[in-house]
């Protein structure tokens, strides 16, 4: 099972940003996808969940409004569109999908909210 994210980059504040999640070696169109952050310092925190219901998203209450979650089952890719970014925001994302026995995680992305 792999996960890659991409996307992550320097931005600045009110700007914007996707990261996408492109996973392998699993069945994707059968599991949620979750998004994670961590900031230098701070514990890892839950950003958002991406149900394999359609229309099933959920944000933490920071992110609601300004961060939007999606997947395409048939690329297997999981994506998170970040706007109205704020320096709070910058932190490594990382997306996470579980089966019935473990998690899976990516490498992370970096993600750099900064004027």
């Known amino acids: 099972v792999q996960l890659v994210e991409s996307g992550g980059g320097l931005v600045q504040p009110g700007g914007s940003l996707r990261l996408s999640c492109a996973v392998s070696?699993?069945?994707?169109?059968?599991?949620?996808m979750n998004w994670f952050r961590q900031a230098p310092g701070q514990e890892r925190e839950w950003v958002a969940l991406?149900?394999?219901?359609?229309?099933?998203?959920r944000y933490r209450d920071s992110v609601k409004g300004r961060f939007t979650g999606s997947r395409d089952d048939a690329k297997s890719t999981a994506y998170l569109q970040m706007d109205s970014l704020k320096p709070e925001d910058t932190a490594t994302y990382y997306c996470?999908?579980?089966?019935?026995?473990?998690?899976?995680w990516g490498q992370g992305t970096q993600v750099i909210v900064s004027s």
């Open positions: 996470t999908i579980r089966d019935y026995s473990r998690a899976y």
């Open positions: 070696g699993f069945p994707f169109s059968s599991f949620a």
């Open positions: 991406i149900s394999n219901r359609p229309g099933d998203v």
